[in-house]
């Protein structure tokens, strides 16, 4: 025998417990183990063609949308500018984007996944992870307060130096994989942060210039049931 009940008001994006217990003869028995389950953001894709709805900037760098691209202008080094989707916070999740900047050669252009909305003094999320390029390398960061932990640096060669790339992260319980324009360059395994915002951004080593552009991001929400996928993939077990 089954029964269900549909709560009379709509879950919030967040985390929650439930457990159950049933009368029989008039009595009514222990309750069951508690059980956690998540309401996750839904997936989206934003094309920034005039609209920027959905995105929320944190700290003081200034935001907007030209047609066709989601912008950002500064000349202040040493400092980063990060944007968030501000519907929720997302657990398995599939992300990414398509980003370059112009002035600056040395701009470091990030992902973020698992992330606060609250910055450190660098204006940069004060937990989560980061994925970002700049001048032929990429990099792997474990962000926190008061140190980021890098779990991966190196140069590759699909990183397209001075134009558009695609940077991607498939974050699945404890697995993070990393792509760049359709190539996997990083695949890590740390449960540190297992929820958070998704975000982007960028940060000048030089005071030039710069202007941070992103075409589209999208996400996409992976459910229990796309763990074959993602492990034929990856490879993992």
């Known amino acids: 025998t089954t029964c269900a009940h549909k709560p009379s008001y709509t879950l919030g994006y967040n985390l929650y417990k439930w457990k159950v217990r049933a009368r029989v003869g008039g009595v009514w028995k222990s309750w069951s183990e508690t059980k956690g389950f998540t309401v996750t953001p839904p997936g989206f894709y934003s094309g920034f063609n005039g609209s920027m709805t959905g995105w929320q900037p944190a700290g003081d760098s200034a935001w907007s949308v030209s047609d066709t691209d989601l912008v950002s202008v500064t000349d202040?080094?040493?400092?980063?500018?990060?944007i968030y989707r501000s519907a929720g916070r997302y657990t398995d999740v599939d992300f990414s984007a398509r980003m370059r900047c112009s002035g600056d050669l040395n701009c470091e252009q990030y992902l973020y996944i698992r992330a606060t909305s609250t910055l450190s003094g660098l204006q940069?999320?004060?937990e989560g992870y980061s994925f970002g390029i700049y001048d032929g390398y990429?990099?792997?960061?474990k962000l926190a307060d008061p140190?980021?932990?890098i779990l991966e640096f190196g140069e590759?060669?699909?990183i397209l130096e001075g134009d558009w790339n695609t940077l991607r992260v498939v974050a699945y319980g404890s697995t993070l994989v990393f792509y760049i324009n359709g190539v996997i360059v990083s695949i890590?395994?740390?449960n540190s942060y297992s929820r958070g915002f998704?975000?982007?951004g960028y940060f000048l080593q030089d005071?030039?210039?710069?202007t941070y552009l992103v075409d589209w991001a999208r996400a996409s929400v992976l459910l229990k049931g796309s763990a074959s996928t993602f492990a034929v993939e990856t490879g993992q077990p």
């Open 188 to 190: 890590e395994d740390d």
């Open 138 to 141: 990429f990099m792997v960061f």
């Open 198 to 200: 998704i975000g982007l």
């Open 124 to 126: 940069e999320p004060l």
């Open 156 to 158: 590759n060669k699909a």
């Open 76 to 82: 202040e080094d040493d400092k980063f500018s990060y």
């Open 207 to 210: 005071p030039t210039l710069t």
């Open 147 to 149: 140190l980021a932990e």
